[in-house]
DNA sequence: CGGCCTTGTGCATGCTTGTGCTTGAATAGG
DNA sequence: CCTATTCAAGCACAAGCATGCACAAGGCCG
């Protein structure tokens, strides 16, 4: 068996069972676990499996609970807000994605913004109705329960007669060659209307998801204007390299 | 099983249940309590569970701001909210207005209902997401600040297309001569038009809105099918002539 | 063809992590 | 105040890990 065509049907097995246990992998493909562990080193380079003790789990954190994700690297997803924060000026119609990191940036606008926010989270508007300065606008359709953004053909739809200046768009998983991907469907036809309708598009992604890859592709990193990222040591030329300006938060 | 699997079981098991009671969990998931243990002390470390003893919690849901206004009469409106939760069926299609009593519906929703909410209201959105079997359907426009709910041309259009089984419509005034009424033009024509789209119109009013009337007349009081409410020494003789069931919590 | 390098693999080596057990302290409830 | 749980800390063992090394297979170039 050649190496690329094992490493194949690991990431099969790790989306079919939802979890790589190392030890039972070994004999089950005829190669020792030593291997097994390294090729799991490379998926997990390569973005495509998370490392964990014994084995790997799939890459994205989507499958978490809510509250895990909100809970997770909470000052990371401060100062990133902090700092898209000051990309976003007055009278500008502002795409708020929603996501646990886009959630803080509406945290942390600033407080005398006039600018008019439209938004496809009930939470970023919620949060934003204490906002005394902006104006808020919502996007019906479905709600979905995991990502607890709103998702379906009514979103599509409405999404169409906007045309916004900047959207802030969240990244579960993004990876220079692979673009940006989420693991739901029916967000990533959400994601992509947001894109289409926005003139600049700033991305906000922790350290995590850099690098990392998810099911179903969204857009090449080229459609971005900015990728606001905590990293201080990870290699970001490969993102400048694509025309994407990377603010380090 | 891998330990980061472990943990996320335990983590479904604690939003499920409510709880986590770490003596009977070990045996159940095939480990020794104290690493049932240790699991329970790494969530609550990373803010996921808060420790108790003899087993954990769900992390103490975040204040959200406006909690005087629902601070206010918390046992009345909780009670109100039991009444009305158990005036919706399976299959129902319930549209649910915003406001804080009908929140508190939202809340206290049947576990197990297998209904579509749809909604006005980005907090109520927000409460139902984590409810595992209802759909939910929020409503786009214009977000009101001060009453919290979506308001505008937008939603008026969308309700259009909706017809609602029941109506949970939030009482700011209701008096028998003038009608139900609210202090704000926006929301009258949203209420309105929700009043138009449905079979059954369920209104939620704790005692003190009774007899009050305010700027813009919405409907009369014929218009409802039932009225909860909790003052139970006041005379409802006048809504009950008007054919309105009135519900006492 | 032969030498050399690269690549992939298996094995041996300490080292780290996760787990169960024991012990003594802390806590809840009568 | 007393008793039964529950907890925290420490210990020992097993599993998992990174690292370095050796060997085999294949490719490249002179």
């Given at each position: 068996m050649l190496t690329e065509e094992r490493r194949a049907l690991i990431l099969n097995r790790l989306q079919s069972?939802?979890?790589?246990?190392a030890a039972e992998l070994g004999p089950d493909l005829g190669v020792s676990i030593d291997t097994i562990r390294r090729d799991l080193q490379e998926l997990a380079n390569a973005g495509l499996a998370r490392r964990v003790h014994g084995g790997a789990l799939p890459p994205?954190?989507?499958?978490?609970p809510y509250a895990a994700r909100r809970a997770h690297a909470p000052a990371a997803k401060a100062a990133i807000a902090r700092a898209t924060a000051k990309l976003l000026h007055d009278g500008q119609v502002v795409l708020l994605d929603g996501g646990t990191t886009t959630l803080e940036v509406a945290r942390h606008l600033a407080p005398g913004l006039r600018a008019t926010v439209v938004t496809n989270s009930p939470e970023i508007a919620s949060v934003l109705?204490?906002?005394?300065?902006v104006e808020v606008a919502l996007l019906g359709g479905?709600?979905?329960?995991?990502?607890?953004v709103v998702v379906g053909a009514a979103i599509i739809e409405a999404l169409r007669s906007i045309r916004a200046d900047v959207l802030v768009l969240g990244i579960c998983s993004i990876h220079p060659e692979v673009g940006i991907t989420v693991d739901e469907l029916e967000e990533s036809y959400v994601k992509r209307a947001m894109i289409a309708n926005a003139a600049e598009v700033v991305a906000v992604a922790s350290a995590?998801?850099?690098g990392s890859a998810a099911?179903?592709?969204?857009?090449?990193?080229?459609?971005?204007?900015h990728l606001v990222t905590d990293?201080?040591?990870?290699?970001?030329a490969p993102y400048r390299a694509l025309g994407v300006e990377v603010v380090l938060a």
């Open positions: 069972d939802g979890k790589i246990v994205t954190s989507g499958a978490l109705a204490d906002h005394s300065t479905l709600l979905d329960k995991a990502s607890r995590d998801k850099l099911q179903y592709v969204i857009a090449p990193v080229s459609e971005l204007t990293e201080p040591d990870a290699d970001m």
